[in-house]
Nanobody, 113 residues
Framework: VQLVESGGGLVQPGGSLKLSCAASGFTFSSAAMAWYRQAPGKERGFVAVITREGYTNYAVSVKGRFTISRDNAKNTVYLQMNSLKPEDTAMYYC????????WGQGTQVTVSA
């Protein structure tokens, strides 16, 4: 299992970013995919999940602002982040229930004026 996140960067409050996670080494279409984030000095926490059927669930702090989606043809899961706040600043990681022990290198999101 391999997960490669990309798309992070520096954005002003209120701005948007779209993260991508390219997956390989397992049957992507059969797996649930999730996004987590870890801010400095804090534990890694759940952000969003999408099941193999396409059902989604979000952390309360991002609901209504973030959207998780998947493209099974590209073995990729996305996280569209709108109305970003400084408290969204973190390293973002994707994860899969195909092997929950595997994490990518993450992609840094910094929200600052």
């Amino acid at each position: 299992v391999q997960l490669v996140e990309s798309g992070g960067g520096l954005v002003q409050p209120g701005g948007s970013l779209k993260l991508s996670c390219a997956a390989s080494g397992f049957t992507f279409s059969s797996a649930a995919m999730a996004w987590y984030r870890q801010a400095p000095g804090k534990e890694r926490g759940f952000v969003a999940v999408i099941t193999r059927e396409g059902y989604t669930n979000y952390a309360v702090s991002v609901k209504g602002r973030f959207t998780i989606s998947r493209d099974n043809a590209k073995n990729t899961v996305y996280l569209q982040m709108n109305s970003l706040k400084p408290e969204d600043t973190a390293m973002y990681y994707c994860n899969t229930d195909a092997d929950g022990s595997v994490w990518g290198q993450g992609t840094q999101v910094t929200v600052s004026a």
